[in-house]
């Protein structure tokens, strides 16, 4: 019996461990990884102020709860600040809202080559090739729009100072500082980032299935989850394009 004991522990522990894409390991920034009976069957909350640790005094783990229950009520945990992409990969689901998610804007540099019609991308091949020159190609390749970075410019800065480099004109180049393009070339050229960024998320809307706004139907739990997934994501964009129109209206 103990025997078998042992080698549903080893099977269970090694669902775990392959269910995560980060190795155990131990260092001393980071606790080893553990198989904590009861643990795995909570469920995740992004926000969730539930929190879990292990008590080396008492030799155990601990579950502490951030606010008060209803009896029959279910206590939530947070796996981690994970995008919905991770979180179907791995753990199978998806979450509506999560605040954690992101979306690839897969080629836009790319885009910003052949489809940008804005007035400032007209000569794009050069503008590309200063991008290239002030280091910013890389991050202008697939820039990751989150809800995360939604207080700015919905992605990442280096991203955004490609952008200031790609729309800048040359008066504003020759009155670069020498903060470069961390900050706002100009109240015009800010806006013309945004512009741009703005264009390539309303083609990308128009390029995401538009028949998702239904998860019922015949399908299999499958392909449910996936219009699940879909519908997370254009969400993202769709509120970001929302938000980029108020803050350009807001610099006009």
């Not at 539930?50 to 008590?55: A, F, H, M, V, W």
């Not at 579950?63 to 029959?72: D, I, M, P, V």
């Not at 100072?161 to 500082?177: I, P, S, V, Y």
Request: with cysteine.
């Amino acid at each position: 019996k103990a025997a078998l004991l042992a080698a549903r522990m080893r099977g269970s522990m090694m669902s775990v461990m392959g269910s995560d894409p980060m190795p155990p390991q131990v260092t001393p920034e980071r606790a080893c990884r553990a198989l904590a009976p009861m643990f795995d069957s909570f469920n995740h909350e992004p926000q969730s102020s539930t929190r879990y640790s292990y008590d080396p005094v008492k030799d155990a783990f601990m579950l502490t709860a951030g606010r008060r229950f209803k009896a029959g009520e279910q206590c939530l945990i947070s796996y981690g600040a994970f995008s919905n992409d991770h979180l179907l990969q791995y753990y199978g689901f998806v979450c509506e809202d999560n605040p954690d998610d992101s979306f690839a804007l897969a080629d836009f540099n790319t885009w910003l080559l052949n489809d940008c019609r804005h007035p400032r991308g007209s000569d794009a091949e050069q503008r590309l090739m200063r991008v290239h020159q002030a280091g910013f190609m890389t991050s202008l390749t697939a820039p990751t729009l989150s809800y995360r970075m939604g207080v700015g410019a919905w992605v990442e800065e280096r991203a955004l100072q490609g952008l200031r480099a790609f729309t800048a004109t040359e008066e504003e180049l020759d009155a670069l500082t020498p903060d470069g393009f961390a900050r706002a070339l100009s109240l015009e050229c800010e806006r013309a980032s945004l512009e741009v960024l703005h264009a390539h998320l309303e083609d990308v809307l128009r390029g995401m299935p538009q028949d998702d706004d239904e998860e019922g139907g015949e399908g299999s739990d499958r392909e449910r989850l996936v219009v699940r997934f879909r519908r997370e994501k254009r969400k993202l964009v769709e509120r970001a394009t929302s938000d980029l129109a108020i803050k350009i209206r807001r610099l006009s």
